[in-house]
């Protein structure tokens, strides 16, 4: 699952699947192909992840800066 899949995923999704990848690598038992491969899965639910947390970092920059001109406005007047 990877590219157009992963954008599809929401945030608690990717965080979902990412703790169990982390999950399976700690636990070990895993060859070293499928070990390389669960943490390339882990990278790409990170980036995931790390794009939503920017996202609703950028609506809430947007939010207070919205609102902080608005008090600005209203004390003005």
């Known amino acids: ?34 070990s390389l491969a669960l943490w390339e899965r882990g990278e790409e639910l990170a980036k995931v992840c790390r794009r939503w947390l920017e996202g609703a970092r950028e609506r809430l920059d947007a939010a207070l800066a919205e609102e902080g001109h608005g008090e600005e406005e209203a004390e003005g007047e």
């Open 1 to 34: 699952m990877s590219g157009k899949v992963d954008e599809a995923l929401s945030y608690e999704q990717a965080r979902d699947e990412l703790i169990e990848v982390v999950r399976r690598l700690e636990a070990g038992g895993t060859t070293l192909e499928e």
